[in-house]
């Protein structure tokens, strides 16, 4: 099938014209100036709307310290979270402006007597419109004095485009970064006040800034050796290189001899290296292939042989990697002989690389290229010089250019970095911007928000963004230079009679290469309020093309989508919603994100119909059902597959308790399929919430398609009961556990977590602090022998004068299974000088090189680290004088662990303790 659209593609590079002859006639202007309140933060039903975010932080109205009118916000952290944060919802009514907003201020005071004071603050947004979903933050890095600060927040593009018949969330959080760039947990109340939205143009700004810092570190290091790297008879050379690294850890460079087929390595595999070897599927090696080398290796050989008694081979494996230049995770997969060793035996292990031409013959290499060592790693020892300029160029009161320039010295040549910048230029009607795209630029692509979700996403690359009024049109048009294709991206929105809303969203896309084709999404939506009630309608569609001609496009089969959507229709008691959403299978976008439950592709080769209805029935106590309905049709020729109707209902018989009871039917349609949808489920649950505790026993049962894919006698069921518990008892501790029970193939999951932290008797101290915590976990499954998982966590903190503060812990299992133990000092020497002590044991440590021009102490295999540091300060500038390692790493932020008291102890360090390790570093902002 084919049909031509040249009208169509005519109709969106017209549009693309105006545009420009738009901005070609516009004058200097900027948003809409002047500020308004967001939340004055004055009366305790203001207070009572935010919530902490489960950062245990306590939140208060005051009438003692105000900035503006008549009351604060007091903020008391829990002294353990490595953030304290306020979360609260968008007041509706200013949704339909906030795009004309394009900065978020709030005022903060800091105590004289604060010790312990934020210095970075992340202001973060979520989408609640259906159910939650990130949509960005921004930071912002602020020295704070005593007294009130303000604190401004530049919003970017995906906080602005936001719906005005939609729900949002904001998340302030605060929290202190230290040298070492981890996050220090407040413990003092602070406040807030007067949070505004505001615009860059009432905030005047002088032409041009400079800001930057100079650092250098130089190491005292001793020559060291490589020991045990064999070349196998290839004559190879290996190095350690401390120019190229990968996180933190030295490169060794393989310098083949230029004449031998192959470069290869021959390696030692016995004692702690063996038993992490043992049943493992891959083997990941990190490597780095210069752009400049001629030729770099594209052939990736590991083999094995055991060495216990004589040499009898093993077996071997190829990668299949696409190794590019710069670096590359060259992926070995593990054949069952290479993966089940004995622990008790010795192996050795041959890594062989080489380059293969077109016509396969090997040609030898001679240009040196970098693995990071796959048994033993080295600390990359800092010797550097470099000045980081950041040049900000304003006009008026905005920023047209933003430059983070990064000249480094220290290697043989020296380098000049570009990091995350922009030039932008606000014009009336239409402003442009251009940047890098990456994900932490302030000026980077978002989301176009149409309903289909065409354009939800945009990968790195030069990007250039033309925004504002055509015509009384809105328009937003992206165009992108990406790694291996150009990108035009579109959204025009026009008003409407009646409130009603028109788009129309395209995307053309044009690959590189001779291979390379062009292709274009178009749509249409118009969107609004069904006249005379709050009713959302919603009507899209899209069709995809692909290039044929310079003005001919042909359509594949299947190559069009649609989306008619009715919400919140309110007749009486009951309010309805209806979905009719297609997505042929020959329909396509590059730019619709990879998101499962985005609709491009959750319905993709369907058709859905889904109906909705929700009313609260006069039953005496407050209860609500929802009834639903889903026909799902192969889109093609729209034949039912299946059917799924659902029930639920949610009762409040008493204060603090809900009960849900929910059930669902699915009826198998298409009896040429081979899969058999039929199948049922019920779900019942109560929530008692007392004591600060959420208690919450359920059950469900699970039957045919709806159940997992394991038979029980036949059949495919699911029973299951249970109970969950969460929440933090006032004075007491923060509890979350869950009991499960499978009946069918028996099946017991237990589930428990215990935090407490109360303030310690002092004594001669100022004060202190003690964290007890426990993680404990029980599986069985069927008659197999149950795993029990378990470990706890204690510390203390104490301010021990004014100027001494001490921490100690103690962690039962790390990330690697091993008992930690750390022991942290912080004194505060004068104003200008501080001293750090950092010592952490590990039961497993990391065993060091045999390097014997290595001095160590004594032998303890590697499970002892120590760093001292001392860091004074001269003006605005920093010198740091430190010795060792501190055997830790940067702690999770998004897992179970994220935010536990354990955090900063549980993760592995990649480099093991160097006991003849000084740095010395300076650092001068300006």
């Known amino acids: 099938m084919k049909r031509s659209i040249g009208a169509l593609t005519l109709a969106f590079v017209l549009m693309l014209i105006l545009a420009a002859n738009a901005v070609a006639g516009g004058v200097s202007g900027g948003a809409l100036g002047g500020q308004v309140y967001l939340f004055s933060l004055d009366t305790a039903e203001e207070i009572a709307r935010l919530d902490n975010d489960n950062t245990g932080a306590k939140l208060a109205l005051t009438q003692e310290i105000v900035k503006e009118g008549r009351g604060a916000l007091a903020i008391t952290p829990n002294g353990s979270a490595p953030e304290t944060k306020i979360g609260v ?36 947004m979520a989408d609640l419109s259906k159910d939650w979903e990130w949509v960005d933050g921004v930071f912002t890095e602020k020295i704070v004095k005593p007294g009130w600060n303000e604190i401004t927040y530049v919003l970017c593009d995906a906080m602005r485009n936001v719906k005005s018949n939609g729900r949002y969330k904001l998340y302030f959080s605060f929290f202190r970064a230290n040298e070492s760039k981890e996050k220090v947990a407040l413990a003092e109340t602070f406040y807030v006040d007067s949070i505004r939205l505001s615009t860059i143009d009432a905030t005047p700004l002088p032409p041009i800034v400079v800001s930057g810092e100079f650092s250098a570190a130089w190491t005292l290091d001793y020559e060291r050796e490589l020991v045990g790297y064999d070349n196998d008879w290839t004559g190879a050379v290996f190095e350690i290189d401390q120019t190229i690294t990968y996180e933190g850890q030295c490169s060794v460079a393989i310098i083949p001899s230029g004449s031998s087929a192959e470069t290869k390595l021959a390696l030692d595999l016995a004692g702690d290296a063996l038993q992490e070897w043992i049943g493992q599927s891959e083997l990941v090696l990190n490597m780095y292939l210069p752009p400049e080398n001629e030729h770099n290796p594209n052939g990736f050989f590991l083999g094995m042989a055991d060495v216990t008694d004589g040499w009898n081979w093993v077996d071997g494996t190829f990668a299949t990697t696409q190794a590019v230049p710069g670096w590359n995770q060259i992926v070995y997969p593990l054949t069952g002989a290479m993966s089940n060793l004995d622990a008790a035996r010795k192996y050795k292990v041959y890594f062989a690389w080489y380059y293969q031409d077109a016509s396969n013959a090997k040609i030898p290499l001679s240009e040196a290229f970098y693995i990071i060592p796959p048994f033993e790693s080295r600390p990359a020892q800092e010797n550097y010089t470099r000045l980081a300029l950041n040049l900000t160029f304003n006009q008026g009161s905005s920023t047209v250019a933003y430059l983070p320039l990064t000249l480094t010295l220290g290697g043989e040549e020296p380098s000049v970095g570009l990091g995350n910048w922009y030039f932008a230029y606000n014009t009336e009607p239409v402003a442009f911007w251009i940047s890098n795209n990456d994900k932490d630029n302030v000026k980077k692509f978002a989301s176009l928000g149409d309903p289909l979700g065409i354009a939800a ?140 439950k985005a609709l491009l592709n959750a319905y993709k080769g369907a058709a859905v119909v889904e109906a909705e209805v929700g009313l609260g029935l006069p039953l005496g106590v407050p209860t609500t059902l929802t009834i639903g309905n889903t026909l799902w049709m192969e889109q093609a020729r729209h034949n039912p597959v299946w059917n799924r109707t659902s029930a639920k209902a949610v009762v409040d018989p008493i204060k603090d308790l809900k009960v849900t009871v929910s059930g669902a039917y699915v009826s198998d349609l298409d009896k040429d399929d081979a899969t058999d949808y039929a199948g049922f489920e019920v779900h019942a649950d109560s929530v008692y919430s007392k004591f600060g505790l959420d208690i919450k026993p359920f059950a469900e049962f699970k039957s045919g398609n709806c159940a997992d894919s394991a038979e029980h006698d036949g059949k495919r069921a699911d029973t299951i009961v249970g109970l969950n518990i969460k929440g933090s008892i006032p004075h007491g501790p923060t509890l979350e556990a869950e009991a499960k029970y499978t009946v069918e193939d028996p099946a017991t ?178």
Do not use: C
């Open 89 to 124: 919802e968008i007041p509706g009514d200013k949704l339909g402006d906030w795009g004309k907003y394009d900065v978020v201020k709030l005022q903060v005071y800091i105590p004289e007597s604060m010790k312990t004071t934020p210095n970075t603050f992340f202001l973060g």
């Open 457 to 596: 996403t945009l990968g790195r690359g030069l990007v250039i963004n033309a925004r504002g009024k055509v015509f009384g049109a809105d328009t937003n048009l992206y165009s992108a230079g990406l790694s291996a294709s150009s990108a035009f991206l579109g959204r025009v929105k026009y008003g409407l009679p009646l409130g009603f809303e028109l788009g129309v969203v395209g995307a053309f896309t044009s690959e590189q290469g001779a291979g390379g084709k062009d292709d274009l999404v178009l749509g249409v939506d118009v969107t609004g309020s069904v006249p005379g009630t709050d009713a959302g309608l919603m009507l899209a569609g899209a069709g995809y093309w692909e290039k044929a001609g310079a003005w001919k496009f042909d359509a594949p089969d299947n190559n069009l989508a649609f989306l008619v959507k009715l919400e919140g229709l309110k007749l009486g008691p009951a309010t309805f919603g209806a979905k009719y959403a297609e997505v042929g299978l020959g329909f396509k976008s590059a730019y619709a994100g990879t998101d499962e």
């Open 749 to 926: 999951e237990l589930f428990g977590y215990a935090h407490y932290a109360a303030d310690a008797p002092s004594g001669f101290l100022k004060g202190a602090r003690f964290d007890v915590a426990g993680v404990g976990s029980y599986t069985k499954k069927g008659s197999t022998d149950g795993v029990a998982d378990y470990y706890g966590f204690m510390g203390a903190k104490a301010s021990v004068t004014d100027t001494l503060d001490a921490r100690a812990a103690v962690l039962s299992k790390d990330e690697k299974g091993g008992l930690v133990a750390g022991a942290d000092l912080d004194w505060k020497v004068s104003d200008r000088v501080s001293a750090y002590l950092v010592y952490t044991f590990r039961n497993k440590g990391i065993k060091p090189p045999a390097d014997p021009n290595m001095w160590r102490p004594f032998d303890d295999e590697g499970k002892n680290w120590l760093k001292a540091s001392i860091v004074g300060t001269i003006g605005s500038g920093t010198i740091t004088l430190s010795y060792g390692t501190d055997g830790r790493k940067a702690a999770d932020t998004s897992n179970f662990h994220a935010g536990k008291p354990w955090a900063y102890l549980r993760n592995y360090p990649g480099n093991y303790m160097d006991w003849q390790l000084f740095t010395v570093s300076v650092k001068v902002p300006f």
